[in-house]
């Protein structure tokens, strides 16, 4: 990660650092300063355990993308409900489990933040979630990589 990103120590420093990275077309730095941003929300969260936190992290991804979309913040609110409800991992199962808002993936591609998709997080630890979860993840995954959505 470039020094002047790991130096950002809030979520607003990195909306203030992204908007003259890309006003300079420093794609990268962008892309950087995103997951940055996505990383200081989540230590702010306090996850208790690394899947917890990438559980967050993927909640926070899915923000930056609506938020640079509606060019203000926006939070996930459902999700955040879910959250509190029944937990980060069944959040991210109900939330995988819902029909596929097919711009988000590309959004998330864009941004840098592809690692933080639900799907991804799914299936990398499938023990975690339903059997219906990981399936429709790993179908998800797979037209992706097909090109087909």
């Not at 989540?42 to 936190?53: F, H």
């Not at 808002?101 to 023990?127: D, K, M, Q, W």
């Amino acid at each position: 990660m470039d020094p002047r990103v790991e130096r950002l120590k809030t979520p607003q420093e990195c909306e203030a650092f992204i908007g003259n990275a890309r006003a300079r077309g420093e794609d990268l730095l962008v892309k950087e300063a995103h997951r940055r941003a996505v990383a200081l929300r989540a230590d702010a969260y306090g996850p208790k355990s690394p899947l917890e936190r990438e559980c967050v992290e993927a909640i926070y991804a899915y923000e930056e993308v609506m938020s640079v979309r509606n060019a203000r913040r926006i939070a996930a609110t459902k999700i955040w409900q879910n959250v509190r409800k029944l937990g980060p991992f069944t959040a991210i199962d109900k939330a995988v489990s819902r029909p596929e808002n097919e711009s988000t993936y590309p959004a998330l591609v864009e941004l840098g933040l592809e690692p933080f998709a639900f799907e991804e997080i799914v299936v990398r630890h499938p023990e975690e979630y339903s059997f219906e979860a990981v399936e429709q993840s790993r179908s998800r995954i797979a037209r992706r990589k097909s090109g087909a959505a």
